[in-house]
């Protein structure tokens, strides 16, 4: 199946696996520190979403991305 976006992918995933393990948060890189599922992203994405909506003004078709990057990230 292909996904035209990362809200689709992630709608998908949050219905036919909601319960599954989508993200493990480790501490200095190792150590497990905790984790969401599937179901837990989509509805933290949702919330995300609903409350950046609520604070941009109205705009029919505008899209809006943002992301926070560690300090620590390598690429």
Request: charged share 15%.
């Amino acid at each position: 199946m292909t996904f035209s976006t990362l809200i689709h992918l992630l709608q998908t995933r949050a219905h036919q696996q909601p319960n599954q393990i989508a993200y493990t948060f480790l501490k200095n890189g190792k150590t497990p520190t905790s984790q969401l599922t599937y179901r837990q992203l989509d509805q933290k994405a949702k919330a995300i979403a609903a409350y950046l909506q609520s604070q941009l003004p109205e705009k029919n078709g505008s899209n809006f991305l943002a992301f926070r990057v560690s300090a620590k990230a390598k690429f």
